[in-house]
């Protein structure tokens, strides 16, 4: 199985800063023959089911707010929120879909400062 | 709008097997996504399961494949989950999906939780 690891394991930043999340699979994950990165983000809030907020590693899901983004490749990747905002509050998960199965990262807890 | 309910016992004994079904509406059984089980255990991370698609062709997690049935009727729109031999480790809340072929999971239900307990 691929591992994932996601530093750190929480974060607290200040209304209206910059949150960044790292993730770093044991493998690539990506796949040269269409150059695509099999890397997704979520987003779980308590007593809520995850939400898929990127995939291919830096494509926002539909109705996604701009200030989520996500970069890097093969073996390294970042999740960002440029502007925090109150309801941003949760628990972030990274995931390679490259093989199966698909495996998620230990999750980063994101709070307010 | 893809709706997903899961349903089932929230109490299961110990090496009895776990039956979940979840019920799919918004969006047709039949077509090129695949279904998927994903579990969390209180306070802890996600572990995927297993997946079918509309043909029945299954993908499971090596460590549970041995104790692992997913199954899919299309005409009732369900996909169902069976976990023999149950311990306590498999206590969880348990998620059906919607995987995206090649994909990650798109569409999310509310989950159940399932203790494992006597």
């Known amino acids: 199985d691929i591992v994932m690891t996601q530093s750190p394991d929480s974060l607290a930043v200040s209304l209206g800063e910059r949150a960044t999340i790292n993730c770093k699979s044991s493998?690539?994950?990506?796949?040269?023959?269409?150059?695509?990165?099999?890397l997704g983000w979520y987003q779980q809030k308590p007593g809520q089911p995850p939400k898929l907020l990127i995939y291919?590693?830096?494509t926002r899901e539909s109705g996604v707010p701009d200030r989520f983004s996500g970069s890097g490749s093969g073996t390294d990747f970042t999740l960002t929120i440029s502007s925090l905002q109150a309801e941003d509050v949760a628990i972030y998960y990274c995931?390679?879909?490259?093989?199966?199965?698909?495996?998620f990262g230990q999750g980063t807890r994101l709070e307010i400062k | 709008q893809v709706q997903l309910q899961e349903s089932g016992p929230g109490l299961v004994k110990p090496s009895e097997t776990l039956s979940l079904t979840c019920a799919v509406s918004?969006?047709?059984?039949?077509?090129?996504?695949?279904w998927a089980w994903i579990r969390q255990p209180p306070g802890k991370g996600l572990e995927w399961i297993g997946s079918?698609?509309?043909?029945?062709?299954?993908y499971y997690n090596p460590s549970l494949k041995s104790r692992i049935t997913i199954s899919i009727d299309t005409s009732k729109k369900q996909v169902s989950l069976k976990l023999s031999s149950v311990t306590a480790a498999d206590t969880a809340v348990y998620y059906c999906?919607?995987?995206?072929?090649?994909?990650?999971?798109?569409?999310w239900g509310q989950g159940t939780l399932v203790t494992v307990s006597s």
């Open positions: 291919w590693a830096s």
């Open positions: 999906g919607r995987d995206r072929a090649r994909g990650p999971t798109d569409h």
């Open positions: 493998q690539t994950v990506l796949y040269s023959s269409n150059n695509n990165n099999y």
């Open positions: 918004g969006y047709s059984t039949s077509s090129d996504y695949y």
């Open positions: 079918i698609n509309h043909s029945g062709t299954t």
């Open positions: 995931q390679q879909y490259y093989s199966t199965p698909p495996t």
